[in-house]
């Protein structure tokens, strides 16, 4: 099996360059052990963490500005963690989560290249009951809602990890089950709202739903 083939690139903020290493496309595929088989990852989906999503850079730009003093946060299912790194550079108190068993890495990687502090991760799925995370004061997340069978893990995953005062903010880029997510979070006691947003220009323009949840 060949090595996989790296790209690095730069994402330009107001105030911030983060450098990201990731997977050259979504053809890249390395399971030799069968970590990931064994996981539930097929081959096919294998790739599917270690691209950049326009979706996860959505994310990132809305934390640019997003008030994050005296907040702990945790990205959920974090990919290349674009968003962590770029609240890292902020100095903000960031925790990642992923499933796959090489986002960990590739996030300790991308920590190094822009000389961040360490990023807490857990690798954990959704049903996840004996992990450590604790409380979070925000919780994010980016096109997380691309399976029904979903909604209810991810919405009691974050409701466990939730305070009692606790913001969501969830990029979704029409999926298709952001109404019936909507409606368990506010089973949950959160409030809603979205706004459609675009990021990119003329071809590269990019246009997503930023769902917001707020207890």
């Known amino acids: 099996m060949n090595p996989v083939r790296?790209?690095?690139?730069?994402?330009?903020?107001?105030?911030?360059?983060?450098?990201?290493?990731?997977?050259?496309?979504?053809?890249?595929?390395?399971?030799?052990?069968?970590?990931?088989?064994?996981?539930?990852?097929?081959?096919?989906?294998?790739s599917l963490f270690g691209v950049l999503w326009q979706a996860g850079e959505m994310l990132a730009r809305e934390m640019q500005v997003f008030e994050v003093e005296g907040k702990r946060i945790l990205e959920v299912g974090c990919g290349i963690a674009l968003p962590s790194l770029l609240l890292n550079a902020r100095q903000a108190d960031i925790t990642a989560t992923d499933y796959h068993p090489e986002a960990g890495h590739y996030l300790a990687e991308n920590v190094k290249l822009n000389h961040g502090r360490g990023i807490p991760f857990l690798r954990t799925d959704w049903k996840g009951a004996n992990d450590n995370l604790g409380l979070f004061d925000v919780v994010i997340g980016a096109d997380l809602l691309y399976e029904r069978n979903h909604i209810v893990e991810l919405s009691e995953f974050i409701n466990k990890h939730a305070k009692p005062h606790c913001?969501?903010?969830?990029?979704?880029?029409?999926?298709?089950?952001?109404?019936?997510?909507?409606?368990?979070?506010?089973?949950?006691?959160?409030?809603?709202?979205?706004?459609?947003k675009t990021i990119g220009e003329d071809k590269l323009e990019y246009s997503a739903t930023v769902l917001s949840f707020l207890r």
């Open 167 to 196: 913001e969501v903010i969830v990029v979704d880029p029409g999926r298709g089950n952001k109404g019936a997510f909507s409606k368990k979070m506010m089973a949950l006691g959160f409030s809603f709202s979205e706004q459609k």
């Open 6 to 46: 790296i790209r690095y690139q730069t994402i330009e903020f107001e105030r911030h360059d983060i450098h990201i290493r990731s997977l050259l496309d979504k053809q890249q595929f390395s399971d030799p052990f069968g970590v990931a088989e064994d996981l539930g990852i097929s081959s096919a989906q294998w």
